[in-house]
């Protein structure tokens, strides 16, 4: 569908009403329930015109895409079309054409007097009677017969509709009728789309049975590559330009389906399917609260003119956006500073807006200020502060920053998409499992690192009854040395993915432990300082490895200061 000859642009209502219209076989009938008409009634009477900043143009009410393709001469042809007048084929949107003729309809019969406003000729290649139909179609008073018509289902939801039309006008009461018609006919506009592409039935498949709608970044692609923005060129020179921006069009979608790249990026895991559209929606500063094409009509209006600079000018602010994004990413150091800021919740428009005519090393800086204010003193942070989970992903990304000897990067990918979060070290009280299954694995798992015989004991003669207490003893016994530390410390507190903490299940520190390393044999990424921790690569004195004790804790807040104490003077 991304033909170089396929065309967008926004129409108002009046620039389509003396238009030829065929519904060719595959559309299927006229649907719309009187709910949907009411919808469009209101917001286009709800909707005021504004003045636009920096423009002679007012704002308007946007409807969604009109996709059609000029019938040729055959299709003239062969369904006894009028060839003295241009005819387009409806590929998408016919429930919203029909429907603004029903609207004008009513205003004709019921509104206007002498003078009528232009009507849209629609021609259905299945249903021929509905076009005689329509232009008969009225609704006076009180009068519902119309809606016992049985002759045509399509008959019936026409009728359905423009009862609901008649309906809400006479709701109204005495309103400026004269003001609701400017606003539909002059203030509303329809994308419309136009295409070459020889495979109508193709293309309709793929918006309404794939369930794939147009796309802004389609819309917006056939604005740069309209040849009627190439005037004063000739036709090769036309078709190059139009190759080169494809090209470059198709580098940049590219690029952003690699994983790494996007989700350093992005935070969705719901990839739009046209991923060029987040550098489009950057462009535009589309608000988080907006239109599903919000974005075309800021790039619609840029080409007013229309002209071959137009398209250059734009086309090199959309390739900066992308360079600009693209070296964040390969430089080292951008990648993890920015990464971070993204993947906590900082807009990247507001760090695109932050690095505009500084320099590499100035935004830096700039980039450190951010960082610093998300982060907290490690010794304040317990289990529930939200920060606490920002301070340990800064630990684990600046560990891996501070490593200038390794090329590897922190995966924001794998963060983002295996829902890392903030997991205890040691078992807790509050994790005790529930079913006898999972009970007895617990001990099981447990029993393999107690020396106690007492304990094992208890652990072999345990039963449902006892189980409580079993377990709250085999928990102090891995405590011993942290019976007077704060289990929800940040001490206690490392990042973990979803998958890896449901595999232990609340183990005590030498299971979990054992955990990491089949996780890590396996080639299951662990968090460089989660590993850190069960390895005891902190702890200066390792004289045992079954229990997570004071002096570990001590040399990991330690670890964690000093990693971040760049960020802690700012």
């Not at 919808?39 to 504004?50: A, G, Q, R, S, V």
């Not at 109204?172 to 070459?196: A, H, P, Q």
């Not at 003893?473 to 530390?485: A, D, M, P």
Request: net charge negative; hydrophobic share 35%.
């Amino acid at each position: 569908m991304n033909r170089t000859g396929n065309t967008a642009q926004l129409k108002t209502i009046e620039k389509i009403l003396n238009a030829n219209f065929f519904i060719p076989a595959y559309q299927r009938g006229y649907r719309w329930d009187p709910q949907q008409v009411e919808d469009l009634l209101n917001d286009i009477f709800e909707f005021t015109p504004k003045e636009i900043k920096d423009s002679e143009e007012m704002t308007w009410y946007s409807l969604q895409p009109l996709v059609v393709k000029e019938c040729d001469t055959l299709t003239l042809s062969k369904h006894n079309l009028d060839t003295t007048k241009k005819w387009y084929e409806v590929i998408d949107g016919q429930q919203r054409l029909t429907t603004v003729y029903l609207v004008v309809h009513y205003i004709n019969e019921m509104l206007k007097g002498r003078e009528k406003i232009p009507e849209p000729t629609i021609k259905y290649q299945t249903r021929p009677k509905s076009e005689d139909f329509l232009k008969n179609l009225c609704v006076s008073g009180d009068n519902d017969e119309v809606l016992v018509n049985e002759e045509n289902i399509d008959f019936f939801h026409m009728s359905r509709a423009y009862k609901r039309i008649r309906d809400w006008f006479k709701d109204k009461g005495n309103f400026d009728t004269g003001r609701f018609e400017s606003k539909l006919i002059f203030s509303t506009r329809v994308i419309w789309y136009e295409t070459t592409d020889p495979d109508s039935i193709e293309i309709f498949t793929r918006i309404n049975i794939g369930k794939i709608p147009l796309t802004d970044a389609e819309l917006i692609k056939a604005l740069f590559l309209n040849s009627s923005n190439f005037k004063s060129a000739d036709a090769e020179k036309v078709r190059l330009k139009q190759l080169e921006i494809a090209s470059e069009w198709d580098r940049i979608e590219y690029s952003l389906h690699d994983k790494a790249f996007w989700y350093f990026l992005s935070n969705n895991q719901n990839p739009p399917p046209a991923r060029i559209n987040f550098i489009m929606d950057l462009m535009a500063r589309k608000p988080k609260e907006s239109d599903d094409h919000w974005t075309f009509r800021f790039f619609n209006q840029k080409f007013k003119k229309g002209t071959e600079k137009e398209i250059a000018d734009n086309w090199q602010e959309i390739k900066k956006y992308f360079l600009t994004l693209e070296e964040w990413f390969t430089d080292r150091v951008l990648y993890h500073k920015t990464g971070y800021l993204l993947a906590t919740g900082e807009e990247i428009s507001q760090l695109i807006t932050l690095k505009s005519g500084i320099t590499k090393e100035l935004f830096t800086k700039e980039l450190n200020t951010l960082i610093a204010q998300r982060i907290e003193e490690p010794e304040n942070l317990t289990y529930k502060d939200k920060r606490v989970r920002n301070v340990l992903l800064l630990h684990n990304i600046q560990t891996m920053l501070d490593n200038e000897d390794v090329t590897y990067r922190f995966p924001f990918d794998r963060y983002k998409v295996e829902n890392w979060d903030v997991e205890h070290v040691t078992a807790i009280a509050e994790g005790k499992p529930t079913s006898e299954e999972h009970q007895k694995e617990w001990l099981s798992e447990a029993s393999k690192y107690i020396d106690s015989k007492e304990l094992r004991q208890k652990v072999e003669n345990y039963s449902n009854e006892s189980f409580d207490q079993v377990y709250d003893e085999i928990l102090n016994y891995f405590s011993e040395e942290n019976k007077h530390e704060d289990i929800n410390d940040v001490s206690n507190l490392v990042l973990l993915s979803a998958s890896i903490n449901r595999s232990y299940k609340n183990a005590v520190f030498p299971v979990k432990r054992n955990t990491i390393i089949e996780n890590e044999v396996e080639g299951t990424f662990v968090p460089i300082c989660t590993k850190n921790v069960f390895m005891k690569f902190y702890s200066k004195n390792v004289h045992q490895m079954t229990f997570w004790g004071k002096d570990d804790r001590d040399a990991y807040v330690k670890d964690l200061k000093a990693t971040l104490k760049t960020y802690m003077n700012e």
